[in-house]
């Protein structure tokens, strides 16, 4: 029985005793809190309530804060987030942390209340998800575009202007980019610059022109090296020069050169990579007949005279370890101690010749003699100690000594309180080694750090070190149990398996363990993870790295071409066996990263998340290796290719193989969506406009079905499968809402729609000036009632006005159900996103991006310009090709207006698709081609291409 279980027991039923339930009710512990949970406030942003809402935030830019509240009556909330290393909150702002690479992260914001007449806790929780804020597009203008042969291209010839993806987002200009090309000195054949802005490249058109340099170069100086003072046998430096020319026109720059003189046409005495001498007392440089001289000083070598400690007369491999203070460290121990250097400030590597070695730091000093300490064993009063700290490898080895001598080591004491029989009176509190423990690990006493205790019932707490546990009668045990929290069969006791591992409320991985000690048991919990990659050959963890980049470039010591000097694995690591990488946490590797295996290489995702680029994996090597990605967890893993924004969830025991000269990439799938007239799909993620949507298997793509106004939907199939009314939404408007998994193939969606058989009314005309009588009455009543446009009043239609061309692109928007939120961006100068543009500005987009409209060719659309008959028929006619995907051949079809002549050859084909549709508005014989077409011809054009091409039901 634990005692401790029993204390907290008898203080809660003195509690209850004392106080009304009420009272009790007001306990912080999460279970009650729920219980208690009640509807009497809700959390806003803005007007808009968001309890139990997701907010998307962004970790940088101008969408990285929200602002949460409450009502008034609820001002004194306590605002908590469950996650604050991804968004934190401080009176109710709620602020985004930084994930990086990370993909989307969540946070629940909690508001909490605690009524201060019935004391009822009352909390409201949101959630905040906070993507990492990337750039999506660059513009990149080169503001100096004409060079000199031998100019280098700066970040200062060159503006950048970035788009991020938390749009809308008034656009940045940055510096934080590469340029890619071209590097160094210019050439004749530089011709464009190439810039990278995380994974945007962008390029730019520059000229380059060949100089005659013998008699431009007023000048040269040398650069580098600005270093003057050198000793004997240094190595010379190759140089970098500033060439000024006579003509001001011609700006200076850099040339360097590295040794090869011939590369950069630049000569050096003492030439670059070669040995100094005392007598060099000047550097020299000539180029192009120009030269330029810098003062040297060599001083000759001391002679190495030797000592009595560190090596002998001449002696480079040797040297002594000194330490501060002189008493840092105790010269008396107990057995199973180990030597104490914690408190040595400054650790000292001496050469032989008593000069210093600075180039390691204390700290590093410090933990690789840690590394070789072993615990003292025997009893004595002359122990001695050496310890070594070994530079370089080989030859160039430099063995630095410390010895310690006469150190005391006497038996170990015992508390004289310790019962060491019965164990403890009571277990307070276990302190393990590690943070994480791995699934498969077999826990022990060695892995607990300390133990604290009490040995009486009124005594003090005392903390015993883990590593002494051993030595008690009492025979202290640790079990691992399992999920119920009770003891397992003996086979598996000590080990965490997976069936053991529980999750908390916010996702973390733990197992419970049970420390028994005497008569006193005491169960803790411990979190589940591994390190975060795990280097396994021949099923044997040989190491660990902090980084996947790292661990994949180690599996290269199987390559043939490799040096193995440059690894420091265990020579167990050979080709023939494949090596397995076992992710303990998720891992990210850079965009510009690129790995080819030499040999199998397996990475496990062990039910994390990998996020590699499409590029990252490059399978040059046709016979030699292959790269599998497997996931042992029964937790689904994840691999993202970032750039494609696409994510593929990898099943326990599942694989994805790169293979040489695939056409795609592993665990990438088709969906292929085709629909019906009357009505649109759209998708997220988007589909291309082949109707292709490329997803990762396992990943929900979610569909939104729009009937046109008078249909609905007639049949919905998903990989040749009717999909049940249940498995899918409807909203009042008829759009249907439909989420789809992708599977482990290619899928396919069908969509048809059918028309809504109801009884027409009779329309009440309300526009005074359209009568019964006119030829458009039947186009203007089709035009309202279907909301393509309206009149210009409550009581006029003027149908005799003109329309301009993003009123009439509009319109078509409309028609073809368009989803604005999707275009946040504006290709023309003319047409910005503002608020005042919001109504027409995404439609010119969708059109442009659609092929429906071109502007006029200078970057500019003409929003306001009326349109002409002819771009009237233009703009509908590719709206049949390019939205409606109806194919339709000019041949065949005479156009027999009298005034076709006038009509601009780019309207041709629109004027023929109208005649051959029955679409035409004519005066006389004559369509007056560069006309404005006013807006009840406009209705009669719309109608006639509703019924006649897209198959609308005539008006009755």
């Not at 040269?220 to 003509?247: A, C, F, L, Q, W």
């Not at 599998?628 to 970032?642: E, F, L, M, P, R």
Request: glycine share 6%.
């Amino acid at each position: 029985m634990k005692k401790k279980f029993l204390s907290l027991v008898s203080l809660m039923l003195a509690v209850v005793m004392i106080f009304p339930a009420a009272a009790y009710a007001s306990g912080t512990d999460d279970t009650q809190i729920e219980e208690q949970t009640l509807d009497a406030f809700e959390i806003y942003s803005g007007e808009d309530v968001v309890s139990g809402e997701t907010i998307d935030l962004y970790d940088g830019g101008t969408k990285n804060t929200v602002t949460l509240t409450v009502p008034e009556a609820y001002k004194d909330v306590k605002w908590e987030s469950k996650s604050p290393d991804v968004a934190t909150v401080s009176g109710g702002v709620v602020t985004a942390k930084a994930v990086s690479g990370e993909g989307a992260k969540t946070a629940d914001i909690i508001a909490r209340y605690e009524d201060p007449e019935t004391f009822d806790i009352i909390t409201k929780v949101c959630t905040v998800r906070v993507t990492h804020r990337q750039i999506q597009d660059v513009t990149l203008t080169a503001v100096k575009k004409a060079y000199y042969v031998g100019e280098t291209i700066s970040k200062d010839n060159l503006k950048v202007v970035a788009y991020y993806n938390d749009a809308p987002s008034t656009p940045i200009e940055i510096t934080d980019y590469t340029i890619v090309s071209p590097t160094g000195a210019l050439k004749t054949t530089d011709t464009i610059v190439k810039i990278k802005a995380e994974s945007v490249e962008k390029e730019a058109a520059i000229t380059v022109t060949a100089v005659d340099v013998t008699s431009l170069i007023d000048k040269i100086e040398i650069v580098k090296p600005t270093r003057t003072s050198y000793t004997e046998d240094d190595t010379m430096e190759g140089v970098y020069i500033k060439v000024t020319y006579k003509d001001n026109t011609n700006p200076s720059y850099t040339i360097t050169n590295t040794g090869d003189s011939a590369t950069a046409g630049i000569s050096q005495s003492p030439a670059g990579g070669t040995k100094l001498k005392t007598t060099d007392t000047t550097l020299t440089v000539t180029y192009e007949g120009k030269t330029a001289t810098a003062a040297l000083t060599v001083a000759a070598k001391t002679p190495t005279t030797g000592g009595t400690t560190g090596g002998t007369t001449g002696d480079t491999t040797t040297g002594t370890i000194k330490y501060e203070p002189a008493d840092a460290i105790p010269m008396v121990y107990e057995v199973g101690e180990k030597l104490d250097l914690s408190k040595v400030t400054k650790f000292i590597l001496v050469n032989a010749n008593g000069s210093t070695n600075n180039n390691y730091t204390t700290a590093t000093i410090r933990e690789k003699l840690q590394n070789k300490l072993t615990a003292f064993t025997t009893v004595s009063n002359d122990t001695d100690v050496t310890l070594t700290f070994v530079v370089g490898s080989g030859s160039n080895a430099v063995t630095y000594t410390l010895v310690l001598t006469d150190i005391k080591v006497t038996e170990k004491t015992v508390d004289p309180n310790i019962d060491d029989e019965d164990g403890p009176y009571e277990i307070r509190d276990v302190e393990m080694k590690k943070d994480k423990y791995d699934i498969g690990y077999e826990i022990s006493l060695d892995d607990i750090k300390t133990v604290e205790v009490k040995w009486t019932k009124n005594g003090t707490a005392y903390d015993i070190d883990g590593d002494d546990l051993d030595d008690y009668e009492a025979d202290p045990t640790i079990e691992v149990l399992d999920k119920d929290g009770d003891t397992k069969s003996k086979t598996y006791r000590d080990t965490i398996e997976e069936d053991d591992v529980l999750t908390d409320r916010y996702g973390d991985k733990y197992v419970q363990l049970l420390l028994t000690f005497g008569d006193e048991e005491y169960e803790f919990d411990v979190e589940v993870g591994s390190d975060p990659v795990q280097f396994i050959h021949r099923s044997k963890v040989i190491t660990t790295y902090e980084d996947l980049e790292d661990a994949l470039e180690a599996t290269l010591e199987q390559d043939k071409d490799v040096d193995e000097e440059d690894f420091e694995l265990d020579s167990d690591v050979t080709s023939s066996r494949p090596i397995t990488l076992k992710l303990g946490e998720d891992a990210e590797l850079d965009d510009d990263y690129e790995y080819d295996p030499a040999y199998p290489v397996v990475i496990d995702l062990n039910g994390y998340t990998l996020t590699i680029h499409s590029t990252t994996v490059d399978m040059s090597r046709k016979n030699d290796g292959n790269l599998i990605i497997t996931n042992s967890s029964k937790t689904a893993g994840k691999v993202i290719y970032d750039d494609m924004a696409v994510t593929v969830a990898v099943e326990e025991d599942e694989e994805l193989v790169f293979e040489y000269d695939a056409d795609t990439l592993p665990g990438l799938r088709e969906v292929s969506v085709t629909w019906g007239k009357n009505g649109s799909v759209t998708s997220k993620p988007n589909m291309d406009k082949n109707g292709t949507i490329e997803a990762g298997a396992g990943t929900i793509i979610t569909f939104t079905i729009k009937p046109t106004t008078g249909y609905q939907l007639d049949t919905l199939k998903a990989d040749g499968k009717t999909v049940g009314t249940s498995d899918y939404t409807k909203s009042t408007s008829g759009t249907i809402t439909y989420k789809y998994t992708v599977g482990k193939d290619d899928g396919e969606i069908s969509v048809t729609f059918k028309e809504i058989k109801v009884e027409k009314p009779e329309w009440d005309n309300p526009f005074t000036d359209v009568r019964s009588t006119a030829s458009y009455y039947d186009a203007v009543e089709f035009v309202c009632e279907n909301e393509l446009f309206n009149g210009t009043s409550t009581t006029t239609f003027s149908p005799t006005k003109t329309m301009n061309r993003a009123m009439f692109v509009t319109v078509l928007g409309r028609l073809a159900g368009v989803d604005t939120s999707r275009y946040t961006k504006s290709s023309f100068i003319d047409v910005p996103l503002n608020s005042s543009t919001s109504w027409y500005a995404p439609y010119v987009e969708w059109a442009n991006q659609n092929g429906i409209i071109q502007g006029y060719g200078n970057g500019k659309f003409g929003p306001m310009d009326e349109i002409t008959h002819q771009q009237m028929y233009t703009i509908v006619y590719r709206y049949a090709v390019f939205v409606e995907n109806i194919r339709f051949s000019t041949n065949g079809t005479t156009i027999t207006v009298s005034d076709k002549n006038e009509i601009d050859s780019y309207a041709v084909d629109g004027v023929k698709f109208a005649t051959a549709n029955d679409m035409l508005v004519t005066s006389g014989g004559k369509i007056t081609p560069k006309g404005d077409a006013l807006r009840w011809e406009l209705a009669t054009v719309l109608k006639a291409f509703c019924e006649n091409v897209l198959g609308w039901e005539k008006a009755e």
